[in-house]
């Protein structure tokens, strides 16, 4: 009788036998929108508090790497991983993937898939595979694996998807990609008190360290270090530990998956979206000043009330720093009518602090609601009701928002997103330069690309 073959060698497999031909052009166009996404993000966030932190402690320690940190010089494949993905995740704007008991930013692999790109000088379009690989690893571990009611993060799932997409760019065989994951998935099992409670700066550098760890994890089992291959399966593994028993057939998986995350349009956590698309149109439509309102209520699904709503996350009033204002439900849809958006100003400290939003926030009721759960997450409902001082009750109800998969967000919308965050950066040559590669990235050259990301200045240059 043979040898019983891993799951961690039948992932392998997968990553190995992926092509760029197995991908639909609304894979790849959907690709290119979270790639110009994430840059977007990333630029964005060049000012960010713990970024100058991380930037100075790489700075101090590695210098002279060969992988371009963005906006600020070079480093090792994984320091540069770690740094790049902490800027595209540190303003909580980029992409997200809904699985009915996880919730993921697979766009968090994005920096992680870079550094290996330049590293090796890979085509375009194996970058591209690769992300489709990251994107697919990471998702369907979040459907059929779920973790977040075992107390561990969304990270989790992460780590394989990292090993995965860079192993694919490394072009390691079969066996080194299961140790890649093995390493990985054994090391990189985060805690789930990263996003409860009082937030602290490791919301945002949570999946920045699973990109450095399974990034330089992956190079060593380039070299021939080994892990253990029953990962998933074997006694005290994943499933043993964690996740308990689930079964994904990688053998007829395709690469796809990128098609049902959603990109975020309003700069808040995700299941907050169609609220604050919701209560932008009942302010454009039915009201003019906040002071106007005595409460607010709102009705949603259970994953948003649990995570952002007050549920068993966690209270979510009386928020003083950024990283409880993004996770708090009350003061996302607070600061939208107020303000008349959200964006990365609104989780500046005098934003937060502020005496208006301050106020109004409290007077915000979130809810979950049943019929709204069972719909989660082929939609993400809510509804909407302000009650006036002068006794009318406004009420609106939304199932989507731009940006979800059924709704999706268009190539322009994603340019005017990145040209908005980006603006203050750099110029408008530049950005058109790194709009029009991303949009033509299966033509040009790897090195187009990162030359012209070489080319963004740091935080005073711009």
Known sequence: MGKRVTIARKLAKFVRKKSFDDLSKKAVDELKKRILDSLGCAIGALEGSPVTIVRNHIKEFDKNGICTLIGEGTASPDRAAFYNSLLVRYLDFNDSYLAKKETCHPSDN?????????????????FLTALAIAYQVQCRLSD?????????????QGSYAVAAGVSRILGLDEERIANAIAISGTAFNALRVTRTGKLSHWKGLAYPNTAFCATHATFLAMHGITGPEQVFEGDKGFMDAIAGRFNIDWAH???????????KKYNSEIHSQSSVECALEMKRESFTSATDIRRIEIDIFDVAYNIIGGGEEGGKTGVKTKEEADHSLPYIVA?????????????????ILAADVQNLHRKVLVRPRRDFSRRFPEEIPCLIKIHL???RVLKKEKRDYEGFFTNPMSWEKAVEKFNSLSDRYIYKDLQKEIVDAVKNLEHLKMSDLINLLKRIPGPQGG
Do not use: C, W
Not at 144 to 156: I, L, N
């Open 110 to 126: 994005v920096a992680a898939l870079l550094s290996a790109s330049e590293y090796t000088n890979t085509t375009t379009k194996e």
């Open 144 to 156: 059929a694996a779920p973790v977040r009611s075992k107390g561990f993060d969304h990270t989790t």
């Open 253 to 263: 998986e395709d690469i796809e998956r990128v098609t049902k995350t959603i990109i």
């Open 335 to 351: 600061v939208a009518i107020l303000d008349g958006k959200v964006m990365p100003e609104q989780y500046l400290a005098e934003r």
């Open 389 to 391: 001082k002068d006794g």
